[in-house]
């Protein structure tokens, strides 16, 4: 089962910082947190990963709260193409072929 | 980011027929493969996870002798639908990760339609 819960879908205006919020009380110390996010008929893509420190990259910030027991997906400039499904994922990360679980996703919508 | 190929993108086969699936991964060994499915406006549902060399892990409810993987090599992992029947039909996503299990990269799926 999945080890996350998102809201079902949320909406964002072109242009302005998209918040995509993740709660994964149950995660465990060896447990990583992913984003992915995928558009209509097509595989996911990888978006951030993160243990306990916040991440940035070119895509997005990655913000875990200190207590690791939940996390938010920053968008810092949506645009129109990040309309997407965007799943976050607990792993473990390391040899022993760990199972990757998706939950539900959120549904992003950025309207003009 | 790494590159993993998936083909085809797009299968319309006969119900009884067999239907094969490509995963290769282009820039990185593939220690691990996932295999999913997902329905229209589903999350991806777990079939299995394979292992190079290895014989597949399937999720409970996934029929092994249906749903054959082989992972033959670190660059190529394939997922046959065996006999396929309408309920089949489906899209059917791999994902792909190395030694380390950091990084998963995903396939761009097959949808798969079954008449």
């Known amino acids: 089962d999945a080890k996350t819960t998102q809201p079902t879908s949320m909406d964002c205006a072109e242009g302005r910082a998209a918040n995509l919020p993740c709660n994964h009380s149950?995660?465990?110390?060896?447990?990583?947190v992913y984003w992915y996010r995928q558009i209509h008929s097509q595989g996911p893509q990888y978006i951030i990963h993160?243990?306990?420190n916040n991440e940035t990259n070119e895509m997005a910030s990655l913000i875990i709260t200190e207590d690791r027991k939940s996390s938010t997906l920053i968008l810092p400039h949506a645009t129109l193409r990040d309309t997407a499904v965007y799943y976050c994922i607990v792993r473990v990360v390391g040899t022993g072929g760990f199972k990757t679980i998706f939950g539900a996703g959120t549904r992003l919508f950025v309207k003009a | 980011g790494a590159v993993v190929s998936q083909h085809p993108s797009r299968v319309i086969c006969k119900s009884g027929t067999s239907v094969k699936i490509e995963c290769r991964s282009l820039?990185?060994?593939?220690?691990?493969m996932f295999w999913y499915r997902q329905f229209p406006k589903k999350s991806l549902m777990l079939m299995a996870t394979?292992?190079?060399?290895?014989?597949?892990?399937?999720e409970q409810g996934v029929e092994k002798d249906k749903f054959l993987i082989n992972h033959a090599s670190l660059t190529l992992s394939t997922l046959t639908v065996t006999s396929a029947h309408p309920e089949d039909s489906s899209f059917y996503i791999c994902g792909g990760t190395g030694e380390t299990n950091e990084k998963l990269f995903f396939g761009s799926g097959t949808q798969l339609s079954v008449l």
């Open positions: 149950t995660i465990s110390g060896n447990e990583y």
């Open positions: 993160g243990l306990k």
């Open positions: 394979s292992n190079e060399g290895s014989k597949a892990t399937y």
């Open positions: 820039d990185f060994q593939a220690t691990t």
